[in-house]
């Protein structure tokens, strides 16, 4: 059974910082690019930050570059994303999400999303 599932988020003020973490299961994760989502209240999902199978390539939204940071650990099938100088804007409901693509098929998997809020 293919699960993912988020842990981490909190309410935090301004300025703090928070680690995001994945546990996957029931999946090959060493072969999935792993990326994190947020949804915020009346706004639609937007990527955050994703990391390669491997680890060896990451990507940022443009609001979270130099703050947020995406590493993974495969030995743990663990995918973390360290949030630091957090703003009010930063507040939504995070999500996780394992994707493999090949010439034949492709695997999209979600969890179901941790919420972080940012306020004083």
């Known amino acids: 059974q293919v699960q993912l599932v988020e842990s981490g988020g909190e309410l935090v003020q301004p300025g703090g910082s928070l680690r995001l973490s994945c546990a996957a299961s029931?999946?090959?994760?060493?072969?999935?690019?792993m990326t994190w989502y947020r949804q915020a209240p009346g706004k639609e999902r937007e990527l955050v930050a994703g990391?390669?199978?491997?680890?060896?390539?990451?990507n940022y939204a443009d609001s979270v570059k130099g703050r947020f940071t995406v590493s993974r650990d495969n030995a743990k099938n663990t995918v973390y994303l360290q949030m630091n100088s957090l703003k009010p804007e930063d507040t939504a409901v995070y999500y996780c999400?394992?994707?493999?693509?090949?010439?034949?098929?492709?695997?999209?998997?979600w969890g179901q999303g941790t919420q972080v809020t940012v306020s004083s």
């Open positions: 029931g999946f090959t994760f060493s072969s999935y690019a």
């Open positions: 999400n394992a994707r493999r693509i090949t010439s034949r098929d492709t695997w999209i998997y």
């Open positions: 990391i390669t199978s491997v680890g060896d390539s990451t």
